[in-house]
Nanobody
Framework: QVQLVESGGGLVQPGGSLRLSCAASGIIFRLNNMGWYRQAPGKQRELVATITSDYITNYADSVKGRFTISRDNAKNTVYLQMNSLKPEDTAVYYC????????WGQGTQVTVSS
């Protein structure tokens, strides 16, 4: 079955960096578009970034120039490099795949605070 497992979250000071990873299994990873979403307390889940099977990327305006999504097909893993983090980036970050239906990872908490 399809599984998405995130890692790499944590507590970081404003201006710091984190790299999230999402390991996928149960799919032909290289053929699938992947994405990262986030959900802050009291807010709806929102798109952060996507990457297609052809490595075309798309970002939310709020993270453009600070976050970078990438993928390693040999490792079945998608990454989210987050730089210049702000307190408003605090959220649970989820890996996403749409393959006939939506699949989500368990989420990883990112907290940006001094």
């Amino acid at each position: 079955q399809v599984q998405l497992v995130e890692s790499g979250g944590g507590l970081v000071q404003p201006g710091g960096s984190l790299r999230l990873s999402c390991a996928a299994s149960g799919i032909i990873f290289r053929l699938n578009n992947m994405g990262w979403y986030r959900q802050a307390p009291g807010k709806q889940r929102e798109l952060v970034a996507t990457i297609t099977s052809d490595y075309i990327t798309n970002y939310a305006d709020s993270v453009k120039g600070r976050f970078t999504i990438s993928r390693d097909n040999a490792k079945n893993t998608v990454y989210l490099q987050m730089n210049s983090l702000k307190p408003e980036d605090t959220a649970v970050y989820y890996c996403h795949l749409h393959l006939y239906r939506d699949y989500w990872g368990q989420g990883t908490q990112v907290t940006v605070s001094s």
